[in-house]
């Protein structure tokens, strides 16, 4: 069965860093594209990167471009979000599926997510 787990979130300051991590199980992730999104308090859920599986193109939101970076390890089957320079609008519940990367379509159900807070 196809899964994806999601971890890495935290508490940290403004101008901290993270790396979520998104564990593939069932599946070689290598094989598809897999994005990251995240939903806010009262807002809806948005993509913020993706990485494709063909080249390894990678694609970022506007608000993230410069300060996050998509990345895999196929020997490890996970895909890493590292983000730097964290804002305090970065704050949200973190998740990973397989996705269109041009499209931000998604093709697997949501999981837990991991939660990432950024405040002072």
């Known amino acids: 069965q196809e899964q994806l787990v999601e971890s890495g979130g935290g508490l940290v300051q403004p101008g901290g860093s993270l790396r979520l991590s998104c564990a593939a199980s069932g599946f070689t992730s290598d094989f598809y594209g897999i994005g990251w999104f995240r939903q806010a308090p009262g807002k809806e859920r948005e993509g913020v990167s993706c990485i494709s599986s063909s080249d390894g193109d990678t694609y970022y939101a506007e608000s993230v471009k410069g300060r996050f970076t998509i990345s895999r390890d196929n020997g490890k089957n996970t895909v890493y979000l590292q983000m730097n320079n964290l804002r305090p609008e970065t704050t949200a519940v973190y998740y990973c599926?397989?996705?269109?990367?041009?499209?931000?379509?998604?093709?697997?159900?949501w999981g837990q997510g991991t939660q990432v807070t950024v405040s002072s």
């Open positions: 599926a397989i996705a269109g990367c041009r499209t931000w379509v998604t093709f697997t159900p």
